[in-house]
């Protein structure tokens, strides 16, 4: 897989309606162009989480991927606002609060988010003018 060196790789669960919603909301401020996305249900998050040793199929977070770099959980989603424009660039600032706590926050979010927002039964499918952007 031949991923440019200036983009950034946002691996999220396919049929997860937060997570969907959430992809939503990166393309719609994403100016730049600077992420490609794929759920981890698909070939090419499957094989990108691999190269990392994380198992897709149990797969509790969202993943950032930038060259030879993983983030996941809260980290990923600090590097993802740094990336946005302003102001959403200055959710990065959450990167104060220790890790312990930023990820406890989001494992209970990620606990949660089936009952909370639904399940998808299959996997979102990009409109024909996302699909560039979609591994």
């Known amino acids: 897989m031949d991923i440019p060196?200036?983009?950034?790789?946002?691996?999220?669960?396919?049929?997860?309606?937060?997570?969907n919603r959430s992809v939503n909301f990166v393309m719609k401020r994403d100016r730049r162009g600077r992420f490609l996305f794929a759920s981890n249900q698909s070939e090419a998050g499957a094989a990108l989480?691999?190269?990392?040793?994380?198992?897709?199929?149990?797969?509790?977070?969202?993943?950032?991927?930038?060259g030879d770099r993983l983030w996941s959980k809260s980290a990923a989603a600090a590097q993802i606002a740094r990336r946005l424009p302003f102001p959403w660039n200055l959710g990065y600032a959450s990167v104060i609060v220790p890790r312990v706590f930023r990820d406890g926050?989001?494992?209970w979010i990620a606990r949660n988010r089936y009952r909370w927002f639904g399940k998808a039964d299959s996997c979102?499918?990009?409109t024909q003018d996302e699909r560039s952007r979609f591994l």
Not at 7 to 14: E, M, P, Q, S, Y
Not at 49 to 66: C, H, M, N, T, W
């Open 105 to 107: 926050v989001y494992d």
């Open 49 to 66: 989480l691999r190269k990392f040793g994380v198992d897709p199929a149990s797969v509790q977070s969202i993943y950032l991927v930038e």
């Open 5 to 19: 060196s200036d983009k950034a790789i946002l691996i999220f669960d396919g049929v997860c309606n937060f997570c």
């Open 124 to 126: 979102r499918l990009p």
